[in-house]
């Protein structure tokens, strides 16, 4: 299988990467779903909605600021390696992600290739938008979440700051989606990596280039909504699987 999906990448010409949380999961990033992803006995459904921002900011921004201090600490692997030298090899690759934590882009600069930048579906995890004037910046600074005055305020016009990241119920930036549905209706190949297909519209990236007709490999070690779809199924981890379909 192995043999055949790098068989299917070399014919390609134009090529769809869709990744989620599960390409950072050997980074140590968190995912979402199941023990890890709960933080004082809440559920990420529960902290990463505008309602939750709206009734208490304090306590999202806490969250937003320990898994900030988490993914600080977290370094690209060897999956997110692969990625950039896959960009490197077949120049009409588009790199679509639901990741929020910047592991794609730092792969990319450490390589010396800033220029390999992913599409992002649910925004980042270090940029800030005020909630009156929408300004949004870059935020790398340490959040001491201990009162409201605390938290980040607009430069521009003072108001409290959020995270820029996509909450659930949210629409994503249109420009973003439509670069990376674009990209899905033209490939001859999708590469899936580390995502459940649960979270809509960024999986409708996938389905789009099912429908179109590109091959398709999926790279998870449990069951995804794209497996029945696929043409090719690969179960195992994205940090050992992927550098074995790009070296
Ligand atoms: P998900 O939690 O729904 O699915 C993660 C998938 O990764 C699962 O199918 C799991 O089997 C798979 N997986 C686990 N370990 C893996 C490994 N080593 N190699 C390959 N696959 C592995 O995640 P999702 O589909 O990305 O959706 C969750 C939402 O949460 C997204 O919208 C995303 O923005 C957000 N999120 C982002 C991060 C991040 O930025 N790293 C982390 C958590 C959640
Ligand atoms: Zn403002």
Avoid at 62 to 83: D, K
Avoid at 136 to 141: G, K, Q, S, Y
Wanted: glycine share 6%; charged share 20%.
């Amino acid at each position: 299988m192995i043999a055949e999906a790098r068989a299917a990448i070399e014919a390609s010409t134009r090529i769809v990467v869709m990744t989620g949380a599960g390409v950072s999961a050997e980074s140590g990033v968190p995912t979402f779903r199941g023990e890890e992803g709960l933080w004082r006995n809440h559920r990420a459904e529960d902290l990463a909605t505008p309602q939750a921002f709206a009734r208490d900011p304090l306590t999202v921004w806490q969250w937003y600021a320990w898994r900030r201090s988490l993914i600080a600490a977290c370094r690209p692997n060897a999956a997110h390696r692969s990625l950039v030298q896959l960009m490197c090899r077949k120049a009409a690759t588009t790199l679509v992600s639901q990741n929020v934590d910047g592991l794609h882009e730092q792969a990319a600069s450490e390589a010396g290739r800033s220029d390999c930048r992913p599409v992002l579906l649910h925004g980042s995890i270090f940029r800030v938008r005020c909630i009156e004037c929408r300004n949004e910046r870059e935020h790398r600074e340490d959040i001491e979440a201990t009162s409201l005055e605390a938290l980040p305020h607009c430069p521009a016009c003072g108001s409290l700051e959020r995270p820029a990241v996509v909450w659930f119920g949210e629409i994503l930036p249109r420009d973003n989606l439509r670069r990376a549905l674009e990209a899905a209706a033209a490939a001859d190949l999708c590469l899936v990596v580390g995502t459940s297909g649960s979270v809509y519209p960024a999986a409708s990236v996938v389905d789009t280039a099912i429908a179109s007709g590109a091959t398709t490999i999926v790279i998870d070690p449990a069951g995804t909504g794209f497996d029945s779809g696929a043409t090719l199924k690969l179960s195992g981890a994205a940090a050992e699987v992927l550098p074995l379909l790009v070296r």
